[in-house]
């Protein structure tokens, strides 16, 4: 999979992985940890109503909420935890005109271990790309296996 210029999204905290594929795709899937804080969240709903409750004033802010469309959400497990399957697609918009340039689609999965929270995510503005690669993301968040 071919370099890019960041680890993984910016203001990540833990970055584990960050897979891209060649320049002739724009497929991003990320594995990156959010050590243990403030809010500490007991449940990975609280997690996910947290992390969609921001999408959703992200788009509130920018006046592109009709942009924004939940496509699944489900419970699963990985490595025996709980964890809760996102995909949904998001506005991409460009701060100095404010006009939608994209539209992201988005595979998340948020699992939380013991009191750090792992986001593994899978995103691309390729819908065509996006419907390839979700059984690739789900065979990795299927392989995941905590050490510690």
């Known amino acids: 999979m071919g370099a890019r210029k960041h680890a993984c999204d910016p203001g990540s905290s833990d970055c584990i992985i960050r897979l891209s594929h060649s320049d002739s795709e724009n497929v991003e899937i990320e594995l990156i940890r959010e050590?243990?804080?403030?809010?500490?969240?007991?449940?990975?709903?609280?997690?996910?109503?947290?992390?969609?409750?921001?999408?959703?004033?992200?788009?509130?802010?920018?006046?592109?909420?009709?942009?924004?469309?939940l496509i699944s959400l489900s419970d699963i497990k990985v490595d025996g935890l709980r964890a809760i399957r996102r995909l949904y697609e998001y506005p991409m918009v460009?701060?100095?005109?404010?006009?939608?340039?994209?539209?992201?689609?988005?595979?998340?999965?948020?699992?939380?271990?013991?009191?750090?929270?792992?986001?593994?995510?899978?995103?691309?503005?390729?819908?065509?790309?996006?419907?390839?690669?979700?059984a690739f993301a789900d065979g990795i968040v299927n392989s995941i296996v905590f050490q510690k």
Do not use: C, M
């Open 35 to 69: 050590p243990a804080g403030v809010p500490a969240f007991s449940f990975v709903d609280e997690a996910d109503l947290r992390d969609w409750g921001f999408k959703l004033l992200n788009v509130a802010l920018t006046n592109t909420s009709k942009y924004l469309k």
């Open 94 to 134: 460009d701060p100095a005109s404010s006009k939608v340039t994209a539209i992201q689609s988005n595979y998340q999965v948020l699992v939380l271990k013991v009191e750090d929270l792992y986001y593994i995510h899978l995103y691309t503005t390729n819908s065509i790309e996006f419907n390839k690669y979700i």
